[in-house]
């Protein structure tokens, strides 16, 4: 059974950049899409990027200046630095798998998800 | 990007009811639609895949239909468990976006 966790500090201060660990058990991170995906407080979900199984990434516009996905394959880990923080950051962020295949497109795994805020 | 929009925000209902939640696309994405079930203080769970998929596990009174940008998810009889929120998730194109959310309430 595939399952994520994410892991990093809750509390950034501002300007500075917030570092998140995402570790898969149960499957590899050689293998399928690997994403971020975060939730404001009382808000709706807004998808962060993705990391390919290939290594290429794809972030969202509005981030893009500030993102960075990256994978550790020796500790099937991928990773989220996310940089230039505000208090408009602060959201639980969740990885989670992105499934592809035919007629399939969807986050079928999430991790619990982990609670940042940003605040000095 | 391409804007999803869901209807209504909030819904109030009773066990044994049927209930229906919509969601509209700005443009087009074929199929390429999920449905999501979130309770509070935990992870989304995928319900619906492409439009009208069930994922593996999902009781059957959940149902998806829709195509082009106009899609429904039908909860054929409400059960207790049922009463959380509801997102749509568009994957036909990066940045993959979600509706708003339809907090289904008793």
């Known amino acids: 059974q595939v399952q994520l966790q994410e892991s990093g500090p809750g509390l950034v201060r501002p300007s500075e950049t917030l570092s998140l660990t995402c570790t898969v058990s149960g499957d590899s991170v050689n293998s399928y899409f690997w994403s971020w995906i975060r939730q404001p407080p009382g808000k709706g979900l807004e998808w962060i990027g993705y990391?390919?199984?290939?290594?290429?990434?794809k972030y969202n516009p509005s981030l893009n200046s500030r993102v960075t996905i990256s994978v550790d394959t020796s500790k099937n880990q991928f990773s989220l630095k996310l940089g230039s923080v505000t208090a408009a950051d602060t959201a639980v962020y969740y990885c989670?798998?992105?499934?592809?295949?035919?007629?399939?497109?969807?986050?079928?795994?999430w991790g619990q998800g982990t609670m940042v805020t940003v605040s000095s | 990007d391409i804007q999803m929009t869901q209807s209504p925000s909030s819904l109030s209902a009773s066990v044994g009811d049927r209930v229906t939640v919509t969601c509209r696309a700005s443009?087009?994405?074929?199929?390429?639609l999920n449905w999501y079930q979130q309770k509070p203080g935990k992870a989304p769970n995928l319900l619906i895949y492409t439009a009208a998929n069930l994922q593996s596990g999902v009781p059957s009174r959940f149902s998806g239909s829709g195509s082009g940008t106009n899609f429904t998810l039908t909860i054929s009889s409400l059960q207790s468990e049922d009463f959380a929120t509801y997102y749509c998730?568009?994957?036909?194109?990066?940045?993959?976006?979600f509706g708003q959310g339809t907090k289904l309430e008793i």
């Open positions: 998730q568009q994957s036909y194109i990066t940045p993959h976006t």
């Open positions: 989670a798998r992105y499934l592809v295949r035919v007629g399939l497109h969807a986050f079928d795994i």
């Open positions: 443009q087009t994405i074929t199929n390429f």
């Open positions: 990391i390919a199984y290939s290594g290429s990434t």
